[in-house]
């Protein structure tokens, strides 16, 4: 559908178009299905996550400076939140607009020893921690009902579930899918309440419902960084993916080789992420 770009995360479908981030350039790019893509907004940022606020904004994890940016619509930025620490990455929102992310507990990228990580909510300008011990926090998603928030863990090869409180505290976590070797990053929910995954270092992206049994299995020629559900009825599934190269190497992926990949399905998506 669309290539030559490089390390590319975060899809979002939204008003008939799809979003994603170039963490390589820094942009976040929109386009249609016919694949002419431009850039949206430009943020020096890597990680580089997006999401929707129930008013139609978007909402940008700016990790390098620590901040969360609202995209106004003159193409401005507002500061949500000074987030504070650092190893920001992927962004959940649910229908009163609370903004759920997660935070990496060391560096990979610079070869730092492993810690776990942790989900903060930011609500009204606030920031508090309200979930800890994940192991590599990556993809999230708030389910439709506003009831529950599902976080990939990648380094414990499993989905974590939480109960959302009218507070917007987590409670209750629990395994929500044990993944055997799967690789959870970017994550999406459909109608049926499935989960699919994407996973970079097994080169594919996963269907499974609760409790781990797996429905339905995409294989890629590279890996998948994350997905979304869009297109005509929400029957599309849209995975970024590039060629991996490892987190110590000089770039991340293999430079050109981001590309935005477009698969019928039959359940449909939800709107979220």
């Given at each position: ?194 989960v699919w995954y994407a996973d970079v270092p097994n080169e594919r992206c996963v269907r499974v419902a609760e409790g781990g049994t797996v429905l ?58």
């Amino acid at each position: 559908m669309l290539a030559g770009r490089g390390l590319v995360e975060s899809p979002r479908w939204h008003g008939d178009r799809l979003y994603f981030s170039d963490w390589s350039s820094g942009e976040i790019v929109v386009t249609g299905l016919d694949g002419a893509g431009e850039v949206y907004a430009r943020v020096a940022s890597v990680p580089l996550c997006t999401a929707w606020l129930p008013d139609g904004r978007m909402v940008i994890v700016s990790s390098q400076e620590r901040r969360l940016l609202r995209r106004e619509p003159d193409g401005s930025f507002f500061v949500v939140a000074e987030l504070g620490e650092s190893g920001w990455n992927d962004i959940a929102v649910d229908g009163r607009g609370n903004a759920y992310v997660n935070r990496v507990g060391f560096d990979p990228m610079a070869g730092e020893q492993f810690r776990p990580g942790f989900v903060h909510l930011v609500a009204e300008g606030s920031v508090r921690q309200v979930a800890d011990d994940i192991a590599f926090p990556n993809g999230m998603v708030v389910t439709p009902d506003d009831s529950t928030l599902i976080v990939a863990d990648s380094y414990r090869h499993e989905l974590v579930a939480f109960d959302i409180g009218a507070d917007g505290d987590l409670a209750n976590r629990r395994v929500w899918a044990a993944l055997g070797e799967g690789t959870p990053d970017g994550i999406c929910v459909d109608a049926e309440g499935a989960v699919w995954y994407a996973d970079v270092p097994n080169e594919r992206c996963v269907r499974v419902a609760e409790g781990g049994t797996v429905l339905r299995v995409v294989e890629l020629d590279r890996g998948g960084f994350a997905c979304t559900l869009g297109g005509p009825g929400d029957r599309t599934l849209f995975v970024v993916a590039a060629e991996w190269q490892g987190m110590t190497a000089p770039s991340p992926v293999v430079p050109g080789s981001g590309r935005v990949l477009a698969v019928d399905v039959d359940v449909p998506g939800v709107g979220r992420p």
